[in-house]
């Protein structure tokens, strides 16, 4: 199954950002994430056998244990892989960076001491607004704009453990299902 552990902003962050990009997303053909699909990912698990996830879950509590809630907040813009042919479009977190950086070493971690293969890619916080849907796209524009968002500040005092099933939602988009909570 695909797995995916997360830092899921609460509803006013996600409401703010909302309302901070809806007057401006008829302005680009993107794919826009549908608000309820925010999420910061710390690890992705793109094939866990089912068996393997409540192991995971209980290591990640283990592994979270020590950790303190600190103050997080959506702010400022990342694009993937670069601004000048960008795929993806996305917020970055202001914050409590080192706090976020230690819950997606230790995410990986409690995966792979699990024997469930993680994704490998680089850990770059952020939260994806949109899609390019393949094209690559000049971002500049939205870099900027990006530049002048700060959204509320929230205690980062927990993540979520999702299993996403893709096809499933409206539109063809994944449905999300949270199989735990884990709190620090």
Known sequence: MRVFTAIVPPAHAVEHLDGFLEPRRAAAGFRWTRP??????LAFMPDAAE????????RLVESLDDLEP???ALAGPV??????????LATGVTGATDLVERLAVRA???A???GIEVDGTRFRPHVTIARTGGRPTG?????RLLESYSGPAWPLASVEVVAS???EGPRRTPRYESLAQVLL
Not at 79 to 88: E, G, I
């Open 36 to 41: 309820e699909h925010l999420h910061l990912t």
């Open 51 to 58: 068996h393997r996830v409540d192991e995971y879950v209980d």
């Open 70 to 72: 600190a103050d997080v």
């Open 79 to 88: 694009v993937f892989p670069n601004v000048d042919q960008a795929r993806v």
């Open 108 to 110: 990986r971690n409690a």
């Open 112 to 114: 792979v001491a699990c």
């Open 139 to 143: 971002m500049t524009s939205w870099v």
């Open 165 to 167: 099933h893709l096809g």
